[in-house]
T-cell receptor
Framework: DTAVSQTPKYLVTQMGNDKSIKCEQN?????MYWYKQDSKKFLKIMFSYNNKELIINETVPNRFSPKSPDKAHLNLHINSLELGDSAVYFC??????????????FGPGTRLTVT | RKEVEQDPGPFNVPEGATVAFNCTYSNSASQSFFWYRQDCRKEPKLLMS???SGNEDGRFTAQLNRASQYISLLIRDSKLSDSATYLC?????????????FGKGTKLSVKP
């Protein structure tokens, strides 16, 4: 069974479109995250949700909006896509939201290409 | 100073070699440290946590030097399957709680 799954795996779309990426985890974790990995392979956190509450909101454009219908799902909606949004987007989850040691489990990634 | 800094490599080594990666971090209040591994076009996966006393897992040894804000990963007897990018990860407390900061990674290529 896949612990953290994302759909779609690949997404090619034109500038100006609106798209969503879905993420589901079956680990029973309390916290889920969205990361962006750009062409230089730099992995940077975008959002984090704990028990359906946004707890981290990095300085990302408000065109990006995370939506969590329940603890097992954290979807990412992107409005008015731009060329610079092209990247790999990873969903992740972890058992708890603390500053102590914990492992994050990553999904397989969604490769977004904006043309 | 960058938040988490690593030598990007690539490190090209023969099978059986010993290779060491270094990482420095800027936040002296950081308490949690990890090494993740990312294969090409795959997701990052936890390799090992880094403890204050240093820790070993098979051929892998991690060290932490809090005074110098420095973490290392040593791989002994390198295997072809060790070829990957190794990400140094540090938590940055305060502000964004539980925020893990990823280094850009060090690429390792093990050759026959």
């Amino acid at each position: 069974d896949t612990a953290v799954s994302q759909t779609p795996k690949y997404l090619v779309t034109q500038m100006g479109n609106d798209k969503s990426i879905k993420c589901e985890q079956n680990l029973g974790h309390d916290t889920m995250y969205w990361y962006k990995q750009d062409s230089k392979k730099f992995l940077k956190i975008m959002f984090s949700y704990n028990n359906k509450e946004l707890i981290i909101n990095e300085t990302v454009p408000n065109r990006f909006s995370p939506k969590s219908p329940d603890k097992a799902h954290l979807n990412l909606h992107i409005n008015s896509l731009e060329l610079g949004d092209s990247a790999v987007y990873f969903c992740a989850s972890s058992p708890e939201r603390t500053m102590s040691s914990y492992e994050q489990y990553f999904g397989p990634g969604t490769r977004l290409t904006v043309t | 100073r960058k938040e988490v800094e690593q030598d990007p490599g690539p490190f090209n080594v023969p099978e059986g070699a010993t290779v060491a990666f270094n990482c420095t971090y800027s936040n002296s209040a950081s308490q949690s440290f990890f090494w993740y591994r990312q294969d090409c076009r795959k997701e990052p996966k936890l390799l090992m946590s880094v403890y204050s006393s240093g820790n070993e897992d098979g051929r892998f040894t991690a060290q932490l030097n809090r005074a110098s804000q420095y973490i290392s990963l040593l791989i002994r007897d390198s295997k072809l399957s060790d070829s990957a990018t190794y990400l140094c990860v540090v938590n940055f407390p305060g502000g964004s709680q539980g925020n893990l900061i990823f280094g850009k990674g060090t690429k390792l290529s093990v050759k026959p």
